[in-house]
T-cell receptor, first 110, second 114 residues
Framework: GENVEQHPSTLSVQEGDSAVIKCTYSDSASNYFPWYKQELGKGPQLIIDIRSNVGEKKDQRIAVTLNKTAKHFSLHITETQPEDSAVYFCAAGSSYKLIFGSGTRLLVRP | EAQVTQNPRYLITVTGKKLTVTCSQNMNHEYMSWYRQDPGLGLRQIYYSMNVEVTDKGDVPEGYKVSRKEKRNFPLILESPSPNQTSLYFC?????????????FGDGTRLSIL
């Protein structure tokens, strides 16, 4: 069946460094790729998304890249801050469903 | 404030005792969905609804029921809960029925089935 693989499962970086999280998907019909941030005790919140007709999108310190040929997309966080510490999920969507990755726990050390 | 509201937030119960987790959204969204979150598995879809009276199974529907009698509400029903349904549950909604719209999540319901 369709699946999304996400790596790494945990990531620890020094404040100010960059963090990169990578995902690959299997369903070639996927055309929507959101990233969610989940803080403790809260539901996932959308932080950025990209659609299949775009290769890259940036919003301040966050950027996402998409390679449809390789079925690969990545989240880049620059100048990380302690408040970026959370669990991040990627997802790949088609017409009626989203398939989520297993999550990455990001720790930003002050 | 636009939001998805789930109740209860926490519940401890026993095997076989029917329970319902409510979900309500105030954004007039057509699409609603239930997920469960388990360590190392991410979020897995249980059921979804494209509109009133239209529901369909997700990836892990066994042991669950849903209904969509009104646009704003999408309750999750566990007729005979079992310990393997102990999990963190999230309700979500999005505008339209196309897949490329952002989903808005509730804050979750932690269920423990003893």
């Amino acid at each position: 069946g369709e699946n999304v693989e996400q790596h790494p499962s945990t990531l620890s970086v020094q404040e100010g460094d960059s963090a990169v999280i990578k995902c690959t998907y299997s369903d070639s019909a996927s055309n929507y790729f959101p990233w969610y941030k989940q803080e403790l005790g809260k539901g996932p919140q959308l932080i950025i998304d990209i659609r299949s007709n775009v290769g890259e999108k940036k919003d301040q310190r966050i950027a996402v890249t998409l390679n449809k040929t390789a079925k690969h997309f990545s989240l880049h966080i620059t100048e990380t801050q302690p408040e970026d510490s959370a669990v991040y999920f990627c997802a790949a969507g088609s017409s009626y469903k989203l398939i989520f990755g297993s999550g990455t726990r990001l720790l930003v050390r002050p | 404030e636009a939001q998805v509201t789930q109740n209860p937030r926490y519940l401890i119960t026993v095997t076989g005792k029917k329970l319902t987790v409510t979900c309500s959204q105030n954004m007039n969204h057509e699409y609603m969905s239930w997920y469960r979150q388990d360590p190392g598995l991410g979020l897995r879809q249980i059921y979804y609804s494209m509109n009133v009276e239209v529901t369909d199974k997700g990836d892990v529907p066994e042991g669950y029921k849903v209904s969509r009698k009104e646009k704003r509400n999408f309750p999750l029903i566990l007729e005979s809960p079992s310990p393997n349904q102990t999990s963190l549950y999230f309700c979500a909604s999005r505008a339209g029925t196309g897949g490329n719209q952002p989903q808005h999540f509730g804050d979750g319901t932690r269920l423990s089935i003893l």
